[in-house]
């Protein structure tokens, strides 16, 4: 089946626009997670959904950061009045379920293709 | 403050040889370990994961988890230069939330 989907694959801004970045996850899939990454880190957790409702928000570095999950499917990252330090690849996952505190293959995550902003 | 540990590298094996990466996490909890393969450029990809302490193995892939301890580590056998690439370890935290944390990554680089 199809994978997590993002658009637009690359986006470049400029300083003080905005900018909304799309994910499409896997169909299904209940939990959706956006995270940020800048060059030799990690993924930085940013927000995740579960349904509709972001259940944890407290990676979202400011207010200019928000993000939407209105049908419980697709979800939009939005950042206002962009700044330069925003300029990472943006990546979106999904899993089957993500309020388990067992363990199992429905935590498994699976990543999309990312976004990658520039802001110049 | 939840956190997952991982040598950035790069380590670096001749082909054939077997890689061995390592992960340290901060919270005794957790139950899902995972580790991703990213590929210069792309998205991280999922290559193994892990609940139980013990062995577990998918091909030339083997995770190791050993939870008194707080690590998970992972094996790869006959090591290829298509192996080269960062590898992620991350945690699924599920004490007060339930959220993945990711190491920073440890480059491998397969020596052909």
């Known amino acids: 089946g199809a994978g997590v989907s993002q658009t637009p694959s690359n986006k470049v801004t400029e300083k003080g626009k905005y900018v909304e970045l799309r994910c499409d996850p896997i169909?299904?899939?209940?939990?959706l997670y956006w995270y940020r990454q800048s060059l030799g880190q990690g993924p930085e957790f940013l927000i995740y959904?579960?349904?509709?409702?972001?259940?944890?928000d407290s990676g979202l570095p400011n207010d200019r950061f928000f993000a939407v999950r209105p049908e419980g499917s697709v979800s939009t990252l939005k950042i206002q009045r962009t700044e330069r330090g925003d300029s990472a690849v943006y990546l979106c996952?999904?899993?089957?379920?993500?309020?388990?505190?067992?363990?199992?293959?429905?935590?498994?995550?699976?990543f999309g293709p990312g976004t990658r902003l520039t802001v110049l | 403050q939840k956190e997952v540990e991982q040598n950035s590298g790069p380590l670096s094996v001749p082909e054939g040889a077997i890689a061995s990466l390592n992960c340290t996490y901060s919270?005794?909890?957790?139950?899902?370990f995972f580790w991703y393969r990213q590929y210069s450029g792309k998205s991280p990809e999922l290559i193994m994961s892990?609940?139980?302490?013990g062995d577990k193995e998918d091909g030339r892939f083997t995770a190791q988890l050993n939870k008194a301890s707080q690590y998970v580590s992972l094996l790869i056998r006959d090591s290829q230069p298509s192996d080269s690439a960062t590898y992620l370890c991350?945690?699924?935290?599920?004490?007060?939330?339930?959220?993945?944390?990711f190491g920073t990554g440890t480059r491998l680089k397969v020596l052909a």
């Open positions: 996952a999904s899993s089957l379920i993500g309020t388990s505190g067992g363990a199992g293959s429905y935590n498994e995550q699976f």
């Open positions: 169909s299904g899939h209940t939990a």
């Open positions: 959904f579960q349904g509709t409702g972001a259940a944890d």
């Open positions: 919270d005794r909890v957790s139950q899902s």
């Open positions: 892990i609940y139980s302490n």
């Open positions: 991350a945690v699924y935290f599920t004490s007060g939330t339930y959220k993945y944390i």
